[in-house]
Nanobody, 119 residues
Framework: QVQLVESGGGLVQPGGSLRLSCAAS????????MNWYRHAAGNERELVAG???????NYLDSVKGRFTISRDNGKNMVTLQMNNLKPEDTAVYFC?????????????WGQGTQVTVSS
């Protein structure tokens, strides 16, 4: 089994910053993509940012220039630095990793961490 431990969520005022981290452990040979999704009340789950094993990144248009995704392959960790947060960023954020184990690929999800941006 693979365990994903998320941290860094909380309550911030508009314009503030948060850093989310997700560390994977367990039966892992390697990890391909690492992603952050979010699910806001009344909306569909959406991909916020993703990063490949080689470091290529992609972002949701609304967070470009404000969020930065990074990874540490040695620690099996992905981080989402969120700056200039807006109320519309309020959501539960989930990390997602594509794990390779014994030649097979599996997807795992974190439990989610709440990010609330409010005055």
């Amino acid at each position: 089994q693979v365990q994903l431990v998320e941290s860094g969520g909380g309550l911030v005022q508009p314009g503030g910053s948060l850093r989310l981290s997700c560390a994977a452990s367990g039966r892992i040979s390697s990890i391909n993509a690492m992603n952050w999704y979010r699910h806001a009340a009344g909306n569909e789950r959406e991909l916020v940012a993703g990063i490949t094993r080689g470091g290529s990144t992609n972002y949701l248009d609304s967070v470009k220039g404000r969020f930065t995704i990074s990874r540490d392959n040695g620690k099996n960790m992905v981080t989402l630095q969120m700056n200039n947060l807006k109320p519309e960023d309020t959501a539960v954020y989930f990390c997602n990793v594509e794990v390779i184990w014994l030649g097979a690929r599996y997807a795992y999800w974190g439990q989610g961490t709440q990010v609330t941006v409010s005055s």
